[in-house]
């Protein structure tokens, strides 16, 4: 299968810990597999799940190769593939930049990067799963810009968009924002957060994880390890200064 893949110049940037392309060309590959290093096959990936706007990379093992989708819209597509020793030389890449073990595939783990692409900032969460064949890992990007979505332009009904608007109004309540992977939940909870910083509230958060950093607001990681999700469930309030 023939793809289109853009290909950029990485530096390192050892303030931000991430990675910068530095410069951008175009080129055609029949497979992820024709890069030369496994950081540049990992870029070529990033690359072009960003430009597609996808908003999951899932890659996972078979027999002889590794196959590499896109998640477009709320639908998987497959996009090319990476020999298997290559794959596990961007296995150890990835867990370097998301922090994480790279002694360790027996049981699942999570971390996250900032990854750079013409000059907007994505942060990618890192997921780590075993399977028979190898790890799968699936790779979340989530666009910074996404922060700056105000509510009213989500796509709302009117009368939907004035429920919700309604329910932030009151002193206590609950709202639950359900829905398939990749329908904007997390966006739609942000942007109300941002509604509640109009009302100069001080306001904290509990997350699993914490998908977006937003200054002026009080965000907690959860972590059942220490506790910290029922204390805080006890301990977390929203008051007015």
């Known amino acids: 299968m023939l793809v289109t893949k853009s290909q950029s110049v990485a530096q ?12 951008v060309a175009q080129e055609h590959h029949t497979s992820f597999y024709c ?20 908003s ?28 298997c020793g290559l794959w596990e030389k961007i296995i150890i890449r990835l867990k370097i930049l998301s922090h994480l073990d790279i002694a360790e595939s027996r049981r ?22 075993p399977t028979i064949l190898g790890e799968k890992v699936v790779l979340r990007i989530l666009n910074q810009k996404n922060l700056q979505i105000p509510l009213p332009t989500l796509g709302y009904s009117q009368e939907t968009l004035q429920s ?45 994880p914490v998908e977006y950093k937003i200054p002026t607001i009080h965000q907690t990681q959860v972590n059942e390890k220490i506790g910290c999700q029922e204390k805080g469930k006890r301990n977390v309030k929203t008051f007015r200064y």
């Open 164 to 208: 919700l608007l309604f329910c932030l109004r009151q002193p206590t309540g609950l709202i639950l924002v359900t829905g398939p992977t990749g329908s904007g939940k997390t966006t739609t909870l942000y942007a109300l957060v941002h509604e509640l910083q109009k009302k100069q509230l001080s306001i904290a958060t509990l997350e699993d």
């Open 56 to 83: 999951d990379i899932h890659i996972f093992p078979t027999e002889t190769i590794t196959n590499v989708s896109f998640r477009i819209e709320g639908v998987i597509t497959e996009q090319g593939c990476v020999g």
């Open 108 to 129: 699942p783990q999570s971390g996250s990067f900032q990854y750079f692409f013409h000059d907007n900032a994505y942060d990618i969460r890192v997921s780590f799963h």
């Open 35 to 54: 890069r030369s290093t496994e950081w540049h096959s990992l870029e070529s990936i990033l690359n072009k799940a960003i430009q597609d706007c996808a």
């Open 12 to 23: 390192y940037n050892h303030d931000t810990q991430s990675y910068q392309p530095s410069c």
